[in-house]
């Protein structure tokens, strides 16, 4: 058994597409759109097979944006091989205006790791 894929909500799901794509290697298919139920979906593929899907419906609300923890789902981690690539994504996005919440760092449990913001606020681990 594997995880399929992972989904989630945007206000922005073209801005949301190109922030995958430009950081993390991602590639999308087509948009769908089904026009009745006012939704639009990208599925973003990445290089080693894991899945994204982001989703738009201007029904769904935005959640407050920030750094809150809250129940639920916590953050979506991207291995990217090494320190070094770690140390050089941190700085692009960092240099880019990407919020950085920590990092890079060694944690307790001994991953190399940085974590920030995307776009719609939702937690981005970077590590080894």
Do not use: C
Request: glycine residues 10%; aromatic residues 12%.
């Amino acid at each position: 058994m594997k995880i399929e894929h992972m989904a989630i909500w945007t206000g922005d799901i073209e801005r949301m597409r190109r922030f995958y794509e430009t950081y993390f290697g991602a590639t999308s298919n087509a948009r769908y759109v089904n026009a009745v139920k006012q939704f639009e979906s990208y599925f973003l593929s990445f290089p080693e097979g894991a899945r994204l899907e982001i989703m738009h419906s201007p029904g769904i609300q935005p959640r407050e944006h920030g750094d809150l923890q809250r129940s639920g789902y916590a953050h979506l981690a991207f291995s990217v091989g090494s320190r070094e690539q770690v140390d050089a994504l941190t700085g692009q996005l960092q240099s880019d205006g990407y919020r950085l919440l920590d990092g890079p760092r060694v944690t307790g449990d001994g991953y190399y790791e940085s974590l920030f913001l995307d776009p719609d606020g939702n937690r981005i681990e970077i590590t080894v």
